[in-house]
T-cell receptor, first 114, second 113 residues
Framework: AQSVTQPDIHITVSEGASLELRCNYS??????LFWYVQSPGQGLQLLLK??????LVQGIKGFEAEFKRSQSSFNLRKPSVHWSDAAEYFC????????????FGAGTILRVKS | DTAVSQTPKYLVTQMGNDKSIKCEQN?????MYWYKQDSKKFLKIMFS???????INETVPNRFSPKSPDKAHLNLHINSLELGDSAVYFC????????????FGSGTRLTVV
């Protein structure tokens, strides 16, 4: 069965510092990969997604993620964090076949200190 | 314009009651979902409908019954509410059945007392 692991429950970074959130997945083939962000009391907003092709994908709000097949990873990065980036981030994987089901990781809470 | 809207946003009710949560999307998507986010923020799929047809039905108590009157609406009815049903319920939609990204509603926070 597919699964997603986000090893870091909490991460704290200083404003202006770089950020990397880790995501590892377990799946029999290359799935579709996603990062979502959830601000307090809000729904989930799609940051970026990977289906195929270039393994470095660009998303909204200056985020990017890199798919590494050999490591089954899809880490999210941002070169300079802003205070407004404080939120919870979820990595998700979905199958490429019928029976659409998005499976989420447990999330990583990002705190930004000024 | 709200893409996926859920009502109500907050719902506080007593154990044993029956309640419904409504979801509507105006994106023209043909697939809709209900996800449950527990107190630890873990998101788990409950149901999925494609063109009003149930295609995913995870291991969910049969007190939970989804209903899709048309492809733009997916409602969730819960009978005999229990304390453990307290959670945030998210509706989402997508085009097609190969998960190329969902659009989520803002969630319904259900508290059972």
């Amino acid at each position: 069965a597919q699964s997603v692991t986000q090893p870091d429950i909490h991460i704290t970074v200083s404003e202006g510092a770089s950020l990397e959130l880790r995501c590892n997945y377990s799946y029999g083939a290359t799935p579709y990969l996603f990062w979502y962000v959830q601000s307090p009391g809000q729904g989930l907003q799609l940051l970026l997604k990977y289906f195929s092709g270039d393994t470095l994908v660009q998303g909204i709000k200056g985020f990017e993620a890199e798919f590494k097949r050999s490591q089954s990873s899809f880490n999210l990065r941002k070169p300079s964090v802003h205070w407004s980036d404080a939120a919870e981030y979820f990595c998700a994987v979905g199958p490429m076949e019928y029976g659409n089901k998005l499976v989420f990781g447990a999330g990583t809470i990002l705190r930004v200190k000024s | 314009d709200t893409a996926v809207s859920q009502t109500p946003k907050y719902l506080v009710t007593q154990m044993g009651n029956d309640k419904s949560i409504k979801c509507e999307q105006n994106l023209g998507h043909d697939t809709m979902y209900w996800y449950k986010q527990d107190s630890k923020k873990f998101l788990k799929i409950m149901f999925s409908y494609n063109n009003k047809e149930l295609i995913i039905n995870e291991t969910v108590p049969n007190r939970f019954s989804p209903k899709s009157p048309d492809k733009a609406h997916l409602n969730l009815h819960i009978n005999s509410l229990e304390l453990g049903d307290s959670a945030v319920y998210f509706c989402a939609s997508s085009q097609g059945q190969r998960s190329r990204g969902y659009t989520f509603g803002s969630g319904t926070r259900l508290t059972v007392v």
